[in-house]
């Protein structure tokens, strides 16, 4: 596919037999630079329960869609394990990439306004309804408390993750996962709740769900239309889907 660039897998024996995980971004650079930190991070598992595993980012210049991602992972990854991760922004396509997901058993890795919301719960909590728009999101990154090398983030286009930025996220992915399933249990729907979650690997070859049922798994109820769930974000459940963090938090 044009444009595609899935991450290549490092040489050497401690890979093999590792699952494989296909993630789709909107984005071409934030997004796939994280999916790469937890590969280097987390990948080779702990010798105990978390198994290696390697993510594969799937992503194009220039970014996709939110139905462009959902189409992007279901080709690369074939009958694999694969997820969608795309934002809230101004898309107008999002209940039909749900629906695509939903039929393919494609995973959803939504946020809303946008992915700059899990990094900003690396360091601290956040609320209230941002409308789609990630700017006081953003303002709040750049602030944070131990986020010194996030200070120019999203200035002249500058949103990768490597060095000092990499390093500030290291050691909070469990901040992240706490602060995001507290946002469901925050959820102005009233009977949303992270403990219904699911985060257990699912095949592909699942009987179909509903668009609304699928979206659910996030913990959030069938009838939380998924445009209403601000703020939010879905990411946490990859991290514990690859057991990276529990979800006693």
Not at 38 to 44: I, K, M, R
Not at 160 to 182: W, Y
Request: proline residues 6%.
């Amino acid at each position: 596919m044009e444009d595609e660039r899935p991450l290549t897998p490092r040489a050497g024996s401690r890979h093999r037999g590792a699952r494989v995980v296909y993630v789709a971004c909107e984005g071409e650079s934030t997004e796939p630079d994280y999916l790469r930190y937890l590969n280097e991070e987390f990948g080779d598992g702990d010798g105990g329960l978390r198994r290696p595993f390697r993510v594969q980012p799937v992503y194009r210049k220039n970014g996709m869609t939110p139905s462009e991602v959902v189409a992007a992972v279901q080709e690369a990854a074939s009958e694999d394990e694969a997820w969608a991760l795309f934002d809230r922004d101004q898309w107008d396509d999002i209940p039909q990439a749900v629906a695509a997901a939903a039929a393919s058993g494609v995973e959803l890795a939504f946020s809303h306004p946008s992915f700059d919301l899990w990094l900003l719960l690396h360091f601290q909590p956040f609320g209230g309804a941002q409308s789609g728009s990630s700017k006081l999101v953003i303002e709040k990154l750049r602030q944070a408390k131990g986020a010194t090398a996030f200070r120019t983030y999203d200035k002249r286009d500058d949103k990768g993750l490597g060095g000092a930025r990499r390093d500030a996220l290291r050691g909070r992915e469990g901040n992240a996962v706490t602060h995001a399933r507290r946002l469901v249990a925050a959820c102005a729907h009233g009977r949303c709740t992270p403990g219904r979650a699911w985060t257990e690997p699912v095949g592909r070859d699942i009987e179909q769900w509903s668009p609304q049922a699928w979206a659910s798994r996030s913990g959030h109820t069938p009838e939380c239309p998924i445009l209403h769930r601000d703020p939010s974000t879905d990411v946490w459940r990859l991290l514990v889907t690859l057991g990276i963090q529990g979800t006693a938090n």
